[in-house]
């Protein structure tokens, strides 16, 4: 990042009751900057967001703002506000009294002022005309505006969202990816964005933190994380992946399911035992005799843009998605080019992700939807 | 045929409510209608308002003006005491919400003529809290037969109802909602001034009816506290029902009044509260 240090987390711990949810995180977060906390329920991304908002205090390490120490300061005293994960909008006030909140609490009396900066941020929001409308009568996506609003009106430095989308439908939350988006960049606060969902912490962010149980799994552009994922958890989180044993004979060269490829990686030494990421659209169905390697076909499922395909190889289940059919229960090749490879370095996610065995979006569903808030 | 349902579905729900509105018919509007009957009625059945232009001779209007004063005194100092303890209940561990709120029933569950009995021997001259003033040599203080016995009395007995309310509707403010405040720079006290209060008005309002409207007609508590020294409208009322002086005219008329007076004070403080909240769209 090219703008200046703002908030500098370090080496923060946080248990609660017992129950390590975070451990010895550190993170630099800068100016103008949009950054996601990305990870599954339970992995410590809200407690994040909540100790740099304030309403958490770590038991450990410190919460730097702007080059001073913030971790006793209340909420009410920091320059950061908060887009709740429900809204938490007050129902005993108007639009327009949501809204004007934070600036009849600093005190400003001017009702000229007040009502110039309202409308400016209902305009900013596409909420004109909305201003007597009672705030348990709007729909989600309206509350959703008001309470960006709502945070926006004093200026903050930095912008705290939490899971703000999750509760809209997918139209909607597409249209608010980019309506947050160009937002930040228009208004230059910094954006913590806090999600479940990697396609949106890919789309929007600056910098993405993939995070698990506690732990930084990895930082860096949405193109890094996808293309260089650090770990299997990592390249499983972020998108669908076949994830394959394999070794690095020497430079350049790995082999993996018996047959030796050409890749763009080196430096892991001689006859090393690495993990393989293949992305599944990064794979070609050819005939089976011009195949590197050959499988059988699995299942077939047409997801609109493409086939998804399930294919055996050597009793690896492996994803492809192609856009050309292929019938199921039939044998193909495949052949992959060298930069599509991406090698990394054997790690306590091995073997863990990566396998399409017991694929089923429907699983995948549950699990995403089954933890609590956090 | 929609039509038809809509119908058949109306008759059974007038059906169904049917038992409620028996009930109502028989216990609520009859005793009124007999209420109003009397009112308007002398010993020989015919039609007279001289019941009503009795009470506005002065003893009696002294008698609804010492009601209204001790009650209202009673309910201030109720919400004075129960407002900060909801407050404080609604924000401690679920647990010991749980135990609080238990803590404030128990009393609710013994006969008030019991713990008017006790306050009796609490304050009397050679009562508990007399012999202990003396003893630490302040001296004795009169209090049985005061009007503030009487207040102390209606406090004790009808702070739950005050408490009960105010504690349900701020325990269901939302956690999320003070954290947003404090989010946008409220420190504790505006927290409670921008938020928990306006939020929980409405416990404010039914707490204050369920302790002004039984202080303002109780007459256990004033005879037993206020031992006769002066009366208040319950006991008055009551003294024409029963006893020597029995009149079920008057006694019906000053039935009626009160009632009229709390229907009054009840819509008064709904009016107040109602454009309260009304205010905040009118700024705009």
Known sequence: MNGKKLIELRGITKAFDGEVVLDNISLDIYEDEFITLLGPSGCGKTTTLRIIGGFETPDKGDVIFDGKRINDTPPHKRHINTVFQKYALFPHLNVYENIAFGLRVSGLKDEEEISRRVREMLEMVNLRGFERRHVTKLSGGQQQRVAIARALINKPRVLLLDEPLGALDLKLRKDMQNELKGMQKRTGITFIYVTHDQEEALSMSDTVVVMNNGSIMQIGTPTDIYNEPSNAYVADFIGESNIVDGVMLDDYSVKLAGHTFVCVDKGFGKNTPVDVVIRPEDVDVVPTAEGELCGHVVSVTFKGVHYEVIVDIDGFKWMIQTTDYVAPDTDIGVKIEPDAFHIMNKSEYSGMFGDYSSFSDELDQLSENGGEDD | ?284
């Open chain 2, 1 to 284: 045929m929609a039509a038809r349902g809509t119908r058949g579905q109306g008759l059974m729900a007038r059906a169904a409510a049917s038992p409620h509105i028996v009930w109502s018919v028989l216990f609520i509007i009859a005793p009124l209608l007999f209420v109003v009957y009397y009112t308007f009625t002398d010993a020989d059945g015919a039609f007279t308002t001289e019941n009503v232009s009795r009470l506005f001779t002065s003893n009696y209007v002294l008698i609804f003006v010492n009601s209204v004063c001790l009650a209202f005194i009673a309910t201030v100092i109720c919400l004075v005491i129960a407002y900060p303890t909801a407050y404080l209940f609604s924000r401690m561990k679920a647990k010991r919400q749980r135990a609080a709120v238990l803590l404030i029933m128990i009393p609710l569950w013994m006969n008030f003529l019991i713990t008017t009995y006790s306050w009796m021997t609490l304050l009397e001259d050679t009562g508990i809290i007399n012999s202990a003033l003396r003893r630490i040599g302040l001296g004795a203080a009169h209090m049985i037969n005061t009007p503030g016995a009487v207040v102390v009395g209606m406090v004790f007995c009808f702070l739950p109802y005050m408490i009960l309310p105010i504690y349900t509707v701020m325990s269901g403010i939302d956690e999320k909602l003070l954290e947003a405040s404090a989010d946008l720079g409220c420190n504790g006290w505006q927290r409670l001034v921008r938020v928990v209060m306006p939020m929980s008005l409405s416990g404010v309002v039914s707490g204050i009816t369920m302790v002004f409207v039984p202080s303002i007609s109780t007459f256990y508590i004033s005879q037993k506290l206020g031992g006769g020294t002066f009366q208040l409208i319950g006991d008055t009322i009551e003294s024409y029902f029963v006893g020597s002086a029995i009149n079920y005219h008057f006694g019906a008329a000053l039935s009626l009044v009160l009632m009229v007076l709390i229907l009054i004070s009840m819509a008064v403080m709904n009016h107040y509260t109602d454009s309260e909240s009304g205010e905040r769209t009118k700024m705009v």
